[in-house]
């Protein structure tokens, strides 16, 4: 069965205090891997695409790895306002695709 | 450029009525997608429609259905409504048939008394 996991559930770091997000991955015939960040309230916002092992995308305290098996969210110094739920997806199969999103990971960044 | 709008924001219902949810796209986006999103399920896909065809479809019962217009924009429908229908109902738009970015909107929050 194809699935996706993410961990922790929730994370609590310190202004500064670096760290990483986990989504492992259980699907047939992947098309891509990616990151949303959701801020209460609202609907998630697109942070990177990943399409195969190996490939890395970076964008501003955010840097997103994949490999075979799982991709992983790496906040460099993060600051109070990363504070928010990050969201993993996978998007699978041949011919008609299906996407499947993980729990998500709760970061609490305090100042 | 606008983002996606779904309408309304927010929506009370009685159980057993039926509701019908609108969403438009970015300009430009011919595919639209729908999720369910609640504390304990999270995120989960209902159906994509691209050219006003649906193209794929989530584990819902046919109580949950979803069209599209000529426009791009769509809508969802949900019948004889139940407590556990009570959900953040979130579209998402994205240029064509399978592309990887998808661009949500702020979502409708329906709660079912």
């Known amino acids: 069965e194809d699935q996706v996991t993410q961990s922790p559930e929730a994370l609590r770091l310190q202004e500064g205090e670096s760290s990483s997000l986990n989504c492992s991955y259980t699907?047939?015939?992947?098309?891509?891997l990616f990151w949303y960040r959701q801020d209460p309230g609202k609907g998630p916002e697109f942070l990177f695409t990943?399409?195969?092992a190996g490939e890395e995308k970076e964008k501003e305290r955010l840097k997103a790895t994949l490999t075979k098996k799982e991709s992983f969210l790496h906040i460099t110094a993060p600051k109070p306002e990363d504070s928010a739920t990050y969201l993993c997806?996978?998007?699978?199969?041949?011919?008609?695709?299906?996407?499947?999103f993980g729990a998500g990971t709760r970061l609490f960044v305090k100042a | 450029k606008a983002g996606v709008t779904q309408t309304p924001r927010y929506l009370i219902k009685t159980r057993g009525q039926q509701v019908t949810l609108s969403c438009s796209p970015i300009?430009?986006?011919?595919?639209v997608s729908w999720y369910q999103q609640t504390p304990g399920q999270g995120l989960q896909f209902l159906f994509e429609?691209?050219?006003?065809?649906?193209?794929n479809k989530g584990n819902f019962p046919g109580r949950f259905s979803g069209r599209q217009f000529s426009n791009s924009r769509s809508e969802m429908n949900v019948s004889t409504l139940e407590l556990g229908d009570s959900a953040l109902y979130l579209c998402?738009?994205?240029?064509?048939?399978?592309?990887?970015?998808?661009?949500f909107g702020q979502g409708t929050r329906l709660t079912v008394v």
């Open positions: 990943l399409y195969s």
């Open positions: 997806a996978v998007q699978a199969g041949t011919g008609g695709f299906k996407t499947i």
């Open positions: 300009s430009g986006h011919r595919s």
């Open positions: 429609y691209f050219s006003e065809t649906q193209r």
């Open positions: 998402a738009s994205s240029p064509t048939g399978g592309s990887p970015e998808a661009f």
């Open positions: 699907v047939s015939g992947l098309r891509g």
